[in-house]
């Protein structure tokens, strides 16, 4: 595969073009390519959301002075969560270039997103290593930062599930309660779906890589759902 197209268009020239293949190699590929001398992006993936959580931070400092700990916290988690990075993964169609098992290339649905998460975290990690900080945050303002008006607007930052709780005690008078529905992944790579539960009725369902966001999700879901926003 050329990714000399893929570097043009995100404006990064790669000295180490395999270190670019790594970051969207995926360890189902290597199970049906034993023999090749890839590496899958799960090492670059561990880097890549370290720095991203760094050059996010520092924006969201500077951008937002009045807002508290909490609420940078609560932003910083929106932008990058799952569903917002396989958006910035898409526009960049990063998913032309995944190399993946032929099982997995069949599949289009949520688990190609959280691959397609996982894959651009990788990417800003190869980026960080081959051409610096500065080159990295670059790409991740380009990419990233032009959908925070939108995530501020629509309040997907917002605690949902204080506003949900706060809802549902005022509205029918009882407290939701979360439910694990799935758990999928390895240990170091959890994907969660939580479904939110007023009584035995379930009002809707959420996911994250972690069961808080998977929480927040169910949480803005119901929010939706139930017109209360």
Same mark, same amino acid.
């Given at each position: 595969?050329?990714?000399?197209?893929?570097? @043009?268009?995100? &404006?990064?020239?790669?000295?180490?073009?395999?270190?670019?293949?790594?970051?969207?190699?995926? +360890?189902?590929?290597?199970?049906?390519? +034993?023999?090749?001398?890839?590496?899958?992006?799960? +090492?670059?993936?561990?880097?890549?959301?370290?720095?991203?959580?760094?050059?996010?931070? &520092?924006?969201?400092?500077?951008?937002?002075?009045?807002?508290?700990?909490?609420?940078?916290t609560s932003l910083r988690s929106a932008l990058v969560n799952a569903n917002t990075m396989a958006e910035a993964a898409n526009k960049i169609k990063m998913n032309n270039f995944m190399l993946l098992s032929r099982g997995?290339?069949? &599949?289009?649905?949520?688990?190609?997103?959280?691959?397609?998460?996982?894959?651009?975290? *990788?990417?800003?990690?190869?980026?960080?290593?081959?051409?610096?900080?500065?080159?990295?945050?670059?790409?991740?303002?380009?990419?990233?930062?032009?959908?925070?008006?939108?995530?501020?607007?629509?309040?997907?930052?917002?605690? %949902?599930?204080?506003?949900?709780?706060?809802?549902?005690?005022?509205?029918?008078?009882?407290?939701?309660?979360?439910?694990?529905?799935?758990?999928?992944?390895?240990?170091?790579?959890?994907?969660?779906?939580?479904?939110?539960?007023?009584?035995?009725?379930?009002?809707?369902?959420?996911?994250?890589?972690?069961?808080?966001? %998977?929480?927040? %999700?169910? *949480?803005?879901?119901?929010?939706?759902?139930? @017109?209360?926003?």
């Open positions: 595969m050329n990714f000399s197209e893929f570097e @043009k268009s995100i &404006d990064v020239n790669f000295s180490d073009k395999a270190l670019l293949k790594q970051a969207f190699t995926h +360890r189902s590929y290597l199970n049906e390519n +034993r023999k090749t001398n890839l590496e899958h992006n799960e +090492r670059l993936e561990f880097l890549g959301d370290a720095v991203l959580e760094l050059i996010v931070t &520092d924006h969201l400092y500077e951008k937002y002075p009045t807002y508290n700990e909490g609420e940078m997995e290339a069949k &599949d289009t649905g949520r688990a190609r997103q959280y691959i397609l998460a996982n894959a651009i975290e *990788a990417l800003i990690g190869a980026i960080f290593i081959d051409q610096g900080y500065r080159v990295a945050e670059k790409f991740v303002g380009e990419n990233l930062f032009p959908l925070l008006p939108k995530i501020i607007k629509e309040g997907f930052w917002m605690d %949902a599930k204080s506003r949900f709780q706060e809802k549902a005690q005022e509205i029918v008078g009882v407290t939701p309660s979360y439910e694990t529905l799935k758990e999928i992944g390895p240990d170091h790579d959890k994907h969660f779906t939580l479904g939110v539960f007023l009584g035995k009725e379930k009002i809707a369902e959420g996911e994250g890589k972690s069961k808080q966001d %998977a929480e927040q %999700a169910a *949480a803005r879901a119901g929010l939706q759902i139930k @017109k209360w926003n």
